[in-house]
């Protein structure tokens, strides 16, 4: 387990190196099929400056939170789509589908790709939002049955998008590298709540890093 953390100038040399850090993963597993899923908001700015010959045959792609919506403005998975990927994980709603619905296909899509490559890497990007959230938990929603790993939820007022399907903490627990963004001076005080040497999971789910294999935090904020 670990925390490298990387203070750079502005957010877009952060997001700069934050996609570097990713294109480094994924040289390091050149012998592994890769699952890579974004998270939505801020740090969809990394893909911008990933190198297409990255998304070879051996990746997987899709999001590690979703918003139930058919928005192609809202939805996170309608917002990677430009990726040159060849396999994904799609999470865009389908007909008549409903929330819990779509939560329980993205459970059984990551289940199946771990079953399907057991030396396989998962890479994920990640943001804290405002309230010390992640890959769309909320505080006072977080997921921790070990044997869930994606679910869908009412987050109720705690969001402007309150219907979310999220990977939970178990299976957060289980990815390899994860490459987090947290941009602006709206982010100091959840960054500092993230990063103390205490904290309430339940509070600043974003805490979960700590908990992780490992982390690589790139921001523009001094910590």
């Not at 903490?169 to 103390?196: I, N």
């Amino acid at each position: 387990m670990g925390i490298d953390i990387h203070v750079q100038a502005n957010a877009t040399v952060v997001a700069q190196k934050a996609a570097k850090a990713v294109e480094e993963i994924f040289k390091k597993y050149t012998n592994h099929p890769i699952l890579f899923l974004v998270s939505g908001g801020s740090p969809i700015e990394i893909l911008k400056y990933l190198p297409k010959e990255l998304f070879d045959d051996r990746v997987t792609v899709g999001v590690s939170d979703e918003r139930f919506s058919t928005d192609p403005t809202i939805n996170n998975f309608a917002q990677i789509m430009f990726l040159p990927a060849k396999h994904w994980i799609d999470t865009r709603p389908q007909e008549a589908e409903t929330l819990e619905g779509l939560g329980v296909r993205f459970d059984t899509a990551l289940k199946n790709w771990k079953q399907k490559n057991p030396t396989g890497k998962i890479v994920i990007t990640q943001g804290i939002g405002l309230d010390g959230h992640t890959t769309g938990q909320m505080p006072g929603c977080i997921f921790d049955d070990s044997n869930v790993w994606a679910v869908g939820y009412d987050a109720g007022n705690k969001n402007k998008y309150p219907l979310r399907v999220t990977t939970t903490m178990p299976f957060l627990r289980l990815v390899d590298d994860s490459v987090m963004y947290v941009c602006g001076k709206d982010k100091e005080e959840p960054l500092k709540r993230t990063l103390a040497s205490e904290g309430d999971l339940s509070v600043t789910p974003s805490r979960i890093i700590h908990h992780m294999k490992h982390c690589l935090l790139f921001t523009d904020q001094q910590v």
